[in-house]
């Protein structure tokens, strides 16, 4: 994602639903100007504190898509989703909204999980064989999900995330008038391989993430 990005010093950044605060720590360190907006109180104040004696050069704010409305025109330079759109009902207003809030020269950059992955897992498949098969892939729409968190009485967290096609994704863009400039398959860099092997395997079969680079500038 930083890769996609480049480089940042003195760019204005707004960071969608910032989580924990990974990018728009790390952006801020190498140089922008960093507002973090996050709709969760709790991974606001865990943001916080990971951003150490930083956090008060970063504008955080307690929101996301709907604070994004309130923000002027032309005020950023880059304006970042990352890994966060498959919680937003509505893709077409946020790019638009996007849009609105980028400089002539800025651009949006996106991560989601990718879209062949929202497919079937099939665990019945032997030892390597078991991955992500892609399945119901033109089969858009929301799914709940149980995760591997747990909450306060230990019981699994379930959460509610869309699956959209590459083709929806590249449409909103399109509709919102961006250009796209990037789209990025990662596999599991080298590192990962002894971290996590299986991760690191799986990865290199099917693509587990997809990076979009839209900019706002005309075509032509
Ligand atoms: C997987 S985390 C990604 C966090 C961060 N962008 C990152 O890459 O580390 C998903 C984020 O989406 C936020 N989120 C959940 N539902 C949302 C919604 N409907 N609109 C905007 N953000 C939402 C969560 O609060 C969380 O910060």
Redesign the pocket.
């Known amino acids: 994602m930083l890769k996609l990005i480049g480089p940042v010093r003195d760019k204005r950044v707004l ?6 605060g ?2 728009a720590i790390s952006l801020h360190d190498r140089g922008a100007k960093v507002t973090a907006l ?3 109180p709790t ?1 606001l104040t865990a943001a916080k504190h990971n951003a150490g004696p930083r956090a008060p050069q970063i504008d955080w704010r307690l929101g ?2 709907d604070l994004m409305q309130e923000l002027p025109t032309g005020e950023f330079d880059i304006v ?1 989703f ?3 759109l498959e ?3 509505d893709i077409l207003e946020a790019f638009e909204q996007a849009h609105r809030l980028l400089s002539r020269d800025g651009f949006v950059a996106a ?1 989601v999980v990718h879209p062949v992955r929202m497919g079937s897992r099939r665990e019945d498949l032997p030892g390597m064989q078991q991955a992500v098969v892609v399945d119901q892939y033109l089969s858009t729409g929301t799914a709940t999900f149980s995760s591997w968190l747990t909450d306060a009485e230990d019981e699994p967290v379930t959460f509610t995330s869309h699956h959209r096609t590459v083709e929806q994704y590249v449409e909103a863009f399109r509709q919102a008038e961006f250009v796209i400039e990037q789209i990025l398959e990662p596999a599991p860099i080298g590192r990962a391989r002894t971290v996590a092997p299986r991760i690191w395997e799986e990865g290199h079969r099917c693509p587990q993430f997809m990076l979009l680079k839209a900019a706002k500038r005309d075509a032509s």
């Open positions: 960071d969608v639903a910032c989580g924990a990974r990018y996050e709709p969760s991974l996301a898509d970042l990352a890994m966060m919680y937003v009902d991560s």
